[in-house]
């Protein structure tokens, strides 16, 4: 059985991803990253109850200079962060955008990939926001493992088996899976409480409800 890590905020994506893979593969550590993001205390707390749950180690990665180059709504808490319109995708992008996150993710996991002898990066895209998004898209995922076989002497191969996937498939997945609901973080803000508004919050609210699932927050 392969063994991987895997990128976890301890979203719904991410989470469900996760889980997915521990059925065909041996999940031994789990990456949250802290790049300055409003929500950086909820994903951790979030993705390390996951870890508890699922005995899968467990590693914060701070990367605050990530925050000081960005004018991101995710990481300025001055900014106001966009009420998700679905009719306004690219704007609502644009105002989260944080300057080759993703990439910069990948870069750390593949770094641990090599370094521990992990064949696999588990990472949590689906279909929907990969058309606003395109470091979540099926063109990323090729280009990072092309970038691999040249960066790396390993080879490790980043995957997402919620790719293909809609949100509604996503939340259909997680009931599936036994995945506690309650457990995740996919709000852009960090507060009390999910803010219902934000982009990562409607997608979520509508998968759920499209799905017939009432969710617990």
């Not at 300055?36 to 909820?42: D, E, M, S, T």
């Not at 992990?118 to 990969?130: C, M, Q, R, V, Y």
């Not at 017939?212 to 927050?217: D, K, L, N, Q, S």
Request: hydrophobic residues 45%.
């Amino acid at each position: 059985m392969k063994k991987a890590v895997t990128l976890l905020s301890g979203g719904l994506d991410s989470s469900v991803a996760t889980l997915i893979a521990r059925e065909t593969c041996e999940v031994v550590q789990a990456l949250t990253f802290d790049y300055g993001q409003r929500a950086a205390l909820r994903e951790i707390n979030a993705a390390k109850a996951l870890c508890s749950r699922y005995d899968i180690a467990h590693e914060v990665i701070e990367l605050p200079w990530l925050a000081l180059i960005s004018r991101s709504a995710l990481t300025d808490k001055k900014a106001a962060l966009p009420i998700y319109d679905a009719n306004k995708g690219k704007e609502s992008a644009a105002a989260v955008w944080v300057p080759n996150r993703n990439a910069v993710f990948a870069a750390v996991a593949g770094a641990h990939a090599e370094a521990k002898g992990l064949e696999l990066i588990i990472a949590g895209f689906n279909a929907e926001e990969a058309r606003t998004f395109p470091d979540n898209s099926s063109g990323f995922i090729e280009s990072v493992n092309a970038l691999f076989s040249y960066s790396t002497l390993s080879r490790p191969t980043i995957m997402s088996p919620t790719r293909d996937m809609t949100k509604q498939e996503i939340a259909r997945e997680a009931i599936r899976l036994g995945l506690s609901t309650g457990l995740l973080w996919s709000c852009y803000d960090g507060g009390e409480r999910p803010c219902g508004t934000c982009e990562s919050c409607a997608r979520s609210a509508a998968a759920f409800k499209a799905a017939g699932i009432a969710r617990t927050i």
